[in-house]
């Protein structure tokens, strides 16, 4: 059953107090009052003398009430809006990785993955080649090298906006779980197999990458 609103009776009651009042008050007599007389005719102001600042009073909590209503209200229409963005960036996210494919040619044959295996194919055929010259170079202009850097600083990007967005800690405990969740199981191996083949490269490019593990990879279980 839906509980009533306590305002609700709290204005039912003032209704009827100033009826009972107007009542009280044309009549000719009441315990020896007689309330109607010209003796007693300023008993009308000081009622409302009386009663004004009761009502002001219950009119600022009125207001207060309101106002408060109004301020949860909008943290909640922020939380919600904050964590509809961050879905939005985890789907498209998502698509980004699941879209990551590699071609590899075995004699006559070719063979496409996707998503997982064709990051860690990619990610192999550094570590097989290590030490060769311009690998880097090859990886640094490589479309695929393009592609993981997105989906990488895409990660931070919604990291960053969990941890400045006015969630609750539970929710936030929440999301942030997710996220490393899918580092866990979609980045952390292929990401250190890019950090052992380029562990000796001095270049911006790599140390976005060691940071980028060493950041979540202090989030291990």
Sequence with gaps: MKK?????????????????????????????WDLSSARTAN?????????????????????????????????????????????????????????????QKTGNFEKEFRGFRALVAYCIIFIDHKGEPDLFKTFKISSETVKIMYMIRSIDLIRARIQHSKFETKTESMLSRQLDVYYQTKFKFPIS????????ILDPLIDELKKFQRDNDRLDY
Excluded at 20 to 30: D, H, N, Q, S, W
Excluded at 47 to 70: D, E, K, N, R, V
Excluded at 193 to 200: A, G, K, T, Y
């Design 4 to 32: 009533m609103d306590p305002l609700f009776f709290i204005t039912i009651f003032l209704v009827m107090l100033c009826f009972i009042t107007v009542f009280l008050a044309t009549r000719e007599g009441l315990s020896g």
């Design 43 to 103: 008993i009308g102001s000081a009622i409302g003398g009386i009663t004004a600042p009761l009502l002001s009073i219950f009119s600022s909590y009125l207001l207060y009430m309101a106002l408060t209503a109004q301020q949860e209200g909008n943290k909640y229409q922020q939380a919600k809006g904050d964590s509809d963005i961050i879905f939005i960036l985890l789907s498209q996210l998502d698509k980004e990785y699941d879209s990551f494919s590699l071609v």
């Design 193 to 200: 197999i890019l950090v052992d083949s380029f562990e000796n």
